[in-house]
């Protein structure tokens, strides 16, 4: 059961209010940090709710889910896949979405710029990277990153937004912290090495968000804290 439009609007604020006061203790701007819903798992309702709360995007973790749930919801909305992309998919999520931010191998980036220029746009993309070193998670070594941009910046129908990372599991809250600043490092490095301005940092969960906005987090990807426990 999906929660009701008032509930979601005093988390909605709350989280806003919330992310306003930890930029102010880490001396950020807080336009500098979007809170992006994450509607996996929740009906169309949910993303119309986003919408009607002016969030400007929403995402998604399954391609299938999306395309279903997307054809369903009237509100104008912008879609970000934030889940592993296998390249069978590769052709539907470039059609579907309008930023891809799980992308973590050659193959993937390959695929993508030619399914984007086969339906002509230049398609948004962040790169996924295993800043944890977690063998559980997805994303690119960080010893990876650099030729992963390089080749990213190469391919025309792309356009390289930053970077992304989910933190392992753990109870510890410095394990996430120390996640979230070592993916800072790697897109400074990266900026120095390519010269690629690499704007966002997508990182940070409902568990996880104080530590991702004090490390620097442009994009907080917000499921539960917003939408209560998925089924
Ligand atoms: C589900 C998911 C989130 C949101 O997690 P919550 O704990 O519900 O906030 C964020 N990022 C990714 C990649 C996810 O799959």
């Not at 809170?35 to 986003?50: I, R």
């Not at 709360?53 to 997307?70: D, I, L, M, P, Y």
């Not at 992308?103 to 948004?124: H, W």
Request: aromatic content about 4%.
């Amino acid at each position: 059961m999906l929660i009701d439009y008032a509930t979601f609007h005093d988390r909605a604020n709350a989280l806003l209010q919330r992310i306003t006061e930890l930029c102010a203790t880490a001396q950020r701007d807080p336009r500098e940090v979007v809170l992006l819903p994450v509607t996996k798992n929740h009906p169309p309702a949910a993303v119309e709710y986003a919408a009607r709360h002016g969030f400007a995007a929403v995402s998604e973790n399954r391609v299938q889910e999306a395309v279903e749930k997307r054809a369903q919801v009237t509100a104008t909305v912008r879609w970000d896949l934030i889940g592993h992309l296998q390249s069978n998919k590769a052709k539907l999520a470039a059609t579907h979405f309008d930023r891809i931010q799980s992308v973590d191998s050659e193959k993937l980036l390959n695929t993508l710029d030619r399914a984007a220029g086969e339906v002509g746009k230049i398609l948004p993309v962040l790169l996924q990277i295993n800043a944890g070193n977690d063998p559980a998670k997805f994303g690119a070594e960080p010893v990876d990153a650099p030729r992963l941009l390089e080749f990213a910046l190469t391919r025309p129908n792309l356009r390289v937004d930053g970077l992304m990372t989910v933190a392992p599991l753990s109870d510890d809250p410095a394990v996430a912290r120390r996640t979230f600043a070592n993916l800072r490092v790697i897109r400074d490095q990266l900026t120095v090495q390519l010269g690629a301005p690499l704007r966002e940092l997508s990182m940070g969960m409902s568990s996880d968000l104080d530590a991702a906005i004090t490390e620097g987090s442009t994009l907080v990807r917000i499921g539960r804290a917003l939408y209560g426990p998925r089924t």
